[in-house]
């Protein structure tokens, strides 16, 4: 069974402070996907990591995936009230471009405080 | 593009009987799609994958007989909760992919199940 050990699982910070979510396992994932999720909703896509090392911005987000493809971070600069939810990573299994259910971490609660 | 539509989106039912999801790729095909679950503030548990023409494929623990899953078109796929206890209340949630971006999910809005 493939884990994905996500951390924090829970961090309140005040607006204008970063933050880097981390997600880690044993396993190496043929890619690697980060969600954000609002209460009663399903999730959102927010990027996907594919490539070791790849690093991918959205704006204030910066993602990362390990060299090794078995973790990925997500920083968040000068968080803002907005960035407020569940934040989730989860993993793909299979390589060569099929389709795969993915494995996802436990999620980060992130609040940010105005 | 990339949306993906679940019914109801919320049902409450009895002990005993069976309720069906719908989930549907409003803008695209999707010979593959996923069932999700997910327990109150827990993360996604991937149940099934679903194929369009062909049996679903049930991730170990879950019960094939009671999660029914039928993808009878490339744009719709079904999961029937038969004989539902209060056990399977739970946030029930589909997601696709678009040929071209296999490593990309798309999910619905989830459909919320209260078994009384």
């Known amino acids: 069974t493939q884990l994905l050990e996500q951390s924090p699982q829970f961090l309140s910070i005040q607006e204008g402070e970063n933050l880097t979510v981390y997600c880690n396992s044993s396993?190496?994932?043929?890619?690697l996907q980060w969600y954000r999720q609002e209460p009663g909703e399903g999730p959102v896509l927010l990027v996907t990591?594919?490539?070791?090392?790849e690093v991918k911005k959205l704006k204030r987000l910066t993602f990362q995936f390990g060299d090794a493809r078995k973790d990925s971070s997500l920083h968040i600069t000068a968080a803002q009230p907005g960035d407020t939810g569940l934040y989730l990573c989860?993993?793909?299994?299979?390589?060569?471009?099929?389709?795969?259910?993915?494995?996802f971490g436990k999620g980060t609660h992130l609040i940010i405080q105005p | 593009g990339a949306v993906v539509s679940q019914h109801p989106s919320w049902v409450i039912c009895k002990s005993g009987t069976s309720v069906k999801i719908e989930c549907r790729s409003l803008d695209f095909q999707a010979t593959t799609m996923f069932w999700y679950r997910q327990f109150p503030k827990q993360s996604l548990m991937l149940m099934a994958t679903?194929?369009?023409?062909?049996?679903?494929?049930?991730e170990q623990g879950v019960e094939k007989d009671k999660f029914l899953i039928n993808h009878a078109s490339l744009t719709l796929s079904t999961l029937t909760v038969t004989s539902a206890h209060p056990e399977d209340s739970s946030f029930y949630i589909c997601?696709?992919?678009?040929?071209?971006?296999?490593?990309?999910?798309?999910f619905g809005p989830g459909t919320r199940l209260t078994v009384t």
């Open positions: 989860a993993g793909a299994r299979r390589a060569g471009g099929g389709a795969d259910g993915l494995t």
């Open positions: 997601s696709a992919n678009l040929a071209a971006k296999p490593h990309e999910q798309y």
């Open positions: 679903s194929n369009e023409g062909s049996k679903a494929t049930y």
């Open positions: 990591v594919v490539t070791g090392g």
């Open positions: 396993s190496v994932f043929s890619s």
